[in-house]
């Protein structure tokens, strides 16, 4: 049975960011999170890191569509081929 809350440290090991970005995502709300126990340890519900995820998914779709890479200029004529 797969968990349904995730520690911040876990948050940051799955996106592959520091502990630190994990915890200003929380403390902003761009990612909701709770607080448990005594100590208030932040806990995020497996669920709303899969719609944080599509939400970046989604906004990386919108930037890369209104900055569409090597469509005007010379930068595009210079770059090298990406296999």
Known sequence: ???RFI???DVSEIL???SAQAYALVRSGELPAIKVGGRGQWRVEATELENYIQRM????KTFVAAHPFGQTGD???DAE???
């Open 16 to 18: 592959d960011i520091s």
């Open 7 to 9: 520690q911040l440290a």
């Open 57 to 60: 998914y989604a906004e990386t």
């Open 81 to 83: 081929p990406v296999d």
């Open 1 to 3: 049975m797969a968990k």
């Open 75 to 77: 930068a595009a004529e």
